[in-house]
């Protein structure tokens, strides 16, 4: 029978708290934020145990109904980037169990998200006897394969990930290409590994009209637009789109715009966010400098207008683990154009809500942006088929049934586990201690 569960989420660096404005928040921090309240709307209870980035950070936050977030102290109380985390990870752990012993909380699960997190869900797993779930976001293998030298995660990173797999009781893939991963280069036995796709808050992203989504974001034009929403990345590989735009704007006379909406500040700023400074250098050089416009970093309330602004979305990584921007455009009904990587080619159904494209390929990107720009009715039938997709497949609701179904068959029965915590709470470490 289920029961309801109380669930300790780790997530060392991406907390939801950061959703409203934060440097370095991503879609780890969506998935951290949906799966927990909608968890929490099934009568579960989640506290979210994250880093304490700012002194001003309060020790927990009533986030949502049966959500708190906890912010732990580990290392200095400022933003840190996520690769100086690792030596933290054991002061963050003891911080957990300090938290847990203040509070009386009892857990019937931890859920690590990333390698780091990963560690600690691991590690408390064989201390505490806790059935342990993973879900890592990303892969330490595939970062190296796709950027080489420029990988600045630390060492140890995939050894620490080989350690997690064979630690935790099940690892959740986000999507077939990343449980691949797992068993193919980590050596994870496949009944282990669970594929629970991600979603979109299908509430927060729908369609606007064009028009008043224009007026909404003050973007002035009738011509075509072409949006791309994400981190300013080079992985993200934005280079690509202007590339492909400036061959449209060579060879077409489609009087197309860009609009870019990203970075590390409201403001769109090249010495903030370099990527964009890379991005305006090369619009100069290929002529199209009046065609872009950066808006910065936007709030995710406000993203549904710059997506339903464009009339098609782009997205073209050199490789992505899932990608919840293509899920968002399509649920604010607009076809998507993307790489044919990772969880892209599950979430855009190829030439029904959208394109896959080759990455790195600005010439074939031009062309399907051409076609998609150039056939109004078949570009709106996309995006009608885009939003039905995500409605069908891409709830969190439902990502939070399955991973609540796979909790109830973790979970173990209450006083034998309580028996234990309480026994080790007994020992109480001196480090421990406070
Ligand atoms: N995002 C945002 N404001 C921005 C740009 C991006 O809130 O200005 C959000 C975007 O809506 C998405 C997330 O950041 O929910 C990016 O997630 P994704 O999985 O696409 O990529 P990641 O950043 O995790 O690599």
Redesign the pocket.
């Known amino acids: 029978m289920s029961q309801s569960l109380r669930i300790a989420f780790f997530s060392e660096h991406a907390s939801p708290v950061a ?1 409203l404005g934060s440097e370095d ?4 921090n ?1 998935y951290v934020d949906e799966v927990s309240r909608n968890l929490a709307r099934l009568g579960h209870r989640v506290d979210v145990f994250t880093r304490r980035d700012s002194a001003a950070a309060p020790p927990v936050v009533d986030w949502a109904p049966g959500v708190r977030v906890v912010n732990l102290t580990a290392g200095p109380t400022e933003f840190l980037l996520k690769d100086k985390l690792w030596p933290l990870m054991p002061e963050f752990r003891d911080a957990f169990l300090r938290f847990m012993l203040r509070d009386g909380a009892r857990y019937d699960l931890v859920h690590g998200n990333f390698w780091m997190s990963g560690w600690v869900a691991a590690d408390l797993r064989r201390r505490l006897g806790l059935p342990a779930v993973q879900i890592f ?1 990303a892969m330490g293998m595939t970062k190296r394969r796709h950027q080489g030298a420029a990988d600045t995660s630390p060492d140890g990173r995939i050894e620490v990930e080989k350690g997690v797999i064979q630690g935790v009781d099940k690892l959740i893939a986000q999507c077939p290409t990343e449980a691949s991963e797992l068993i193919d280069d980590y050596g994870a036995e496949r009944e282990k590994v669970v594929v629970i796709l991600s979603a979109v808050n299908i509430e927060r992203y729908r369609p606007l009209p064009r028009d008043e989504a224009r007026r909404r974001i003050g973007l002035d034009t009738d011509d075509p637009v072409v949006v791309y ?3 300013m990345l080079p992985r ?1 590989d934005v280079r690509n789109l202007v590339r492909a735009v400036g061959l449209l704007a060579q060879y077409t006379d489609l009087p197309l715009k860009l609009l870019l ?3 590390d500040t409201v403001e769109p700023d090249p010495v903030k966010t370099p990527e964009i400074g890379v991005l305006q250098t090369l619009a100069a050089e290929l002529g199209i400098t009046d065609r872009v416009v950066f808006t ?5 309330d406000e ?1 549904h207008a710059y997506y339903s602004a464009g009339d098609v979305a782009v ?1 073209t990584p050199w490789y ?6 293509p899920l ?1 455009a399509m649920a604010c009904g607009r076809p998507v154009i993307g790489s044919a990587v990772g969880g892209i080619t599950f979430t855009i159904h190829d030439g029904v809500t959208g394109y896959l494209v080759p990455p790195q390929n600005p010439r074939a990107l031009a062309e399907r942006l051409h076609q998609v720009l150039t056939q109004p009715e078949q570009r709106e039938a996309m995006g009608r088929a885009a939003r039905s997709r995500v409605e069908r497949e891409f709830t969190w609701a439902t990502v939070a049934e399955r991973t609540a179904a796979l909790y109830q068959s973790l979970a173990r029965p209450r006083t034998r586990r309580t028996a234990r915590v309480a026994a080790w709470a007994a020992q109480r470490p001196a480090g421990l201690a406070g």
């Open positions: 959703l928040a991503g879609g780890q969506v976001h929403v994400g981190r993200k909406v990203g970075g910065g970093k936007r709030q995710p993203l997205t992505e683990p899932f990608g919840l921007t968002e």
